[in-house]
Structures are given as structure tokens and as C-alpha cells.
T-cell receptor
């Protein structure tokens, strides 16, 4: 079954700790994206990547880092510099070009202990 | 700043009625528009996309695009309680593949 897998579903972070959220897709999509969603809010873009070994900052990249070593994988690290990390994190992928819809994984809910 | 605006709602309609969800956008260069449905606690699910002026129908859903007025809408005919969700409108941004999302409109369909 083609799709996007995010893990874990729930994650807890201690103060001063870095945590990594996993995102894997088997849709053969070139482009991948990370969004943050806060309660009652829309989606805000953290980072995106249109090709392997290349990525760009989105609107709220501070306190986050990513890598894109493989086409299928786009992990997001929430660093200790992100002071308010509690949110719902969504990974998406799409074909390249301006008219391609994005498809989402099931999300990871991150909370602070 | 490129923006997509939606009324947050809630929009309440009785079962069987037509629900009309609206969205405006500021970037005249946007060529593609997408409607996503998001149930509470779940991830967004693509339900419609539209690239050309006019109407596009898929089952009970009709997307409408008016580029001159920079206006996109989603009509849901014969609304069901299972349609109760938040609907996100998104517009394509240039050639990057990025989407600009609105805040979403919450729809409540009452039995």
C-alpha cells in the first residue's frame, strides 16, 4: 500500500532534549514537507525539500532541523532551541511542480514532559 | 505576504442541506487550489483540487474557482453528519510546490 508513514504517533520531550520525528514515503514523490499545527490553527510550513540532499526553510524553521539523505525519508529534529514544541506535526509529500497535491501522513503529536 | 483567508466558522447546516465554504487568496500568481478535510485529531485528507476557472464536480462535492475575484469555494450537497469536520483551503505558491493554507472552516452538520 502506497503512503506516508510517520512515527511515533505520540512523543514526549524533556527540557533540553532533542527529539527526532520520522517520515517515510513509498509514493516515489520527489518533494517532502514538514508542517506544524497548533490547536484551532492552520498549517505552518517548517521545512521542505524538492530533491534529495537539498532542503529549504519554511516560515517557522527556527529550532528545527531536517535532512534528506534518501528520497523516501525526511526526518525532522525538534531541538532544545524550540521553546514551545507542543504541537501536531504533519509530514507531506508530492510530485514536483506547482499543480501537485500534497498527501499527508497521520501525524505525530509532541508534548513537553 | 501571500495569504489564503477563510472564515473559521463554525458553519452550521442541517442534514441534507448544501454547505458552502469560501476562501479568498492574495497571490494572483497562484494557479492551483486544493480543499482538504480534517477530522478532529486526524491529518488532512485531500478531497478536491481545481486549476481552471469555473466549476469542478466530484460526487457531492463541487469546487468553484474565480481567478478574477481571487475566490475559491467548495459546495457540499446533501450534507451528512459525517461531513462535520474542518475544511482547509490551500493555494499553490509559484513553482516551488509549496502550498499556502488557510486557517480552516469548521463545518457542523446537524441531524
Amino acid at each position: 500500500d502506497g503512503g506516508i508513514t510517520q512515527s511515533p504517533k505520540y512523543l514526549f520531550r524533556k527540557e533540553g532534549q532533542n527529539v527526532t520525528l520520522s517520515c517515510e514515503q513509498n509514493l516515489n514523490h520527489d518533494a517532502m514537507y514538514w508542517y506544524r499545527q497548533d490547536p484551532g490553527q492552520g498549517l505552518r510550513l517548517i521545512y521542505y525539500s524538492q530533491i534529495v540532499n537539498d532542503f529549504q526553510k519554511g516560515d517557522i524553521a527556527e529550532g528545527y532541523s531536517v535532512s534528506r539523505e534518501k528520497k523516501e525519508s525526511f526526518p525532522l529534529t525538534v531541538t532544545s532551541a524550540q521553546k514551545n514544541p507542543t504541537a501536531f506535526y504533519l509530514c507531506a509529500s508530492s510530485g514536483t511542480g506547482s499543480n501537485q497535491p500534497q498527501h499527508f501522513g497521520d501525524g505525530t503529536r509532541l508534548s513537553i514532559l | 505576504q501571500k495569504e489564503v483567508e477563510q472564515n473559521s466558522g463554525p458553519l452550521s447546516v442541517p442534514e441534507g442541506a448544501i454547505a458552502s465554504l469560501n476562501c479568498t487568496y492574495s497571490d494572483r500568481g497562484s494557479q492551483s487550489f486544493f480543499w482538504y478535510r480534517q477530522y478532529s485529531g486526524k491529518s488532512p485528507e485531500l478531497i478536491m483540487f481545481i486549476y481552471s476557472n469555473g466549476d469542478k464536480e466530484d460526487g457531492r462535492f463541487t469546487a468553484q474557482l474565480n481567478k478574477a475575484s481571487q475566490y475559491v469555494s467548495l459546495l457540499i450537497r446533501d450534507s451528512q453528519p459525517s461531513d462535520s469536520a474542518t475544511y482547509l483551503c490551500a493555494g499553490g505558491s509559484g513553482n516551488t510546490g509549496k502550498l499556502i493554507f488557510g486557517q480552516g472552516t469548521t463545518l457542523q452538520v446537524k441531524p
